[in-house]
Nanobody
Framework: VQLVESGGGPVQAGGSLRLSCAASGIIFSVNAMGWYRQAPGKERELVAVISPGNSAYYYADSIKGRFTISRDNAKSAVYLQMNNLKSEDTAVYYC??????????????WGQGTQVTVSS
């Protein structure tokens, strides 16, 4: 199983980034997909989750209205569009897969992460 994130980097506050995660080795269409983040010295935070059929979502309160999760089952890819970025969004962002397909619950597979750094 491989989950490979891309799209991170430096950005100024108020800017946007789009993270991508390419999955292989799993039946992507049955997995719920999520994004976590971890800032230095802080616990890992669940940011957003999308169900296999796009029928259910979860968003952390800290990013509601600014971030959007989406997926393309044909490409085995999940995305995180991040708008109006703030310095507190600075973190390593991780893609994760849950083979049970539920928006709630533990994740089974993880990517290596991509760094997002927001400067004010």
């Amino acid at each position: 199983v491989q989950l490979v994130e891309s799209g991170g980097g430096p950005v100024q506050a108020g800017g946007s980034l789009r993270l991508s995660c390419a999955a292989s080795g799993i039946i992507f269409s049955v997995n719920a997909m999520g994004w976590y983040r971890q800032a230095p010295g802080k616990e890992r935070e669940l940011v957003a989750v999308i169900s296999p059929g796009n029928s259910a979502y979860y968003y952390a309160d800290s990013i509601k209205g600014r971030f959007t999760i989406s997926r393309d089952n044909a490409k085995s890819a999940v995305y995180l569009q991040m708008n109006n970025l703030k310095s507190e969004d600075t973190a390593v962002y991780y893609c994760a897969a849950n083979y049970r397909g539920t928006v709630q619950g533990n994740f089974d597979y993880w990517g290596q992460g991509t760094q997002v750094t927001v400067s004010s």
